[in-house]
């Protein structure tokens, strides 16, 4: 099931401003290796989670993934053939809010190889475009 907020202040918030960089959750500390935004958007649920199943499908049980993201941010749209006016369209999914530089993906326990692969299938289900990323040192 993808992941969404227990409860939200606002149900309908106003779109979110993404062209920055990122200032916070930028390197990689959970993990040895990370998955690296370059560029703004937003990354759905559903994208989140396929990203999760594809990782965990291949590592099995070896190795730990993090998840550095979660979708905040309620996207609404109007259906369609809708005549203007009316208000604000109902929520239709969640959404996690990328900023240049953010860490999406961490994992740990797994070689330099492994990790490359495991990246690899999770970027093939982003919307955006992304780098591998290593620790800056090691503990």
Do not use: C
């Not at 999760?52 to 993090?66: D, N, T, V, Y």
């Not at 953010?102 to 982003?126: N, P, W």
């Amino acid at each position: 099931m993808p992941l969404m907020p227990k409860r939200v202040k606002f149900r309908k918030p106003h779109r979110p401003k993404v062209n920055d960089k990122a200032t916070k959750g930028n390197y990689v500390s959970f993990g040895d290796y990370g998955l690296q935004a370059l560029g703004a958007g937003l990354v759905s649920a559903k994208q989140i989670e396929a990203g999760r199943i594809s990782a965990r499908h291949f590592m099995g049980k070896e190795g730990k993934l993090w998840i550095r993201i979660f979708p905040h941010h309620a996207i609404t749209s109007k259906p369609l053939e809708t005549r203007q006016g009316g208000g604000k369209g109902e929520p239709s999914y969640w959404a996690a809010v990328v900023r240049e530089g953010t860490i999406l993906y961490e994992v740990g326990g797994v070689t330099e190889e492994q990790a490359k692969q495991i990246l690899g299938r999770i970027a093939y289900k982003m919307p955006l475009r992304v780098r591998m990323v290593g620790r800056r040192h090691k503990l």
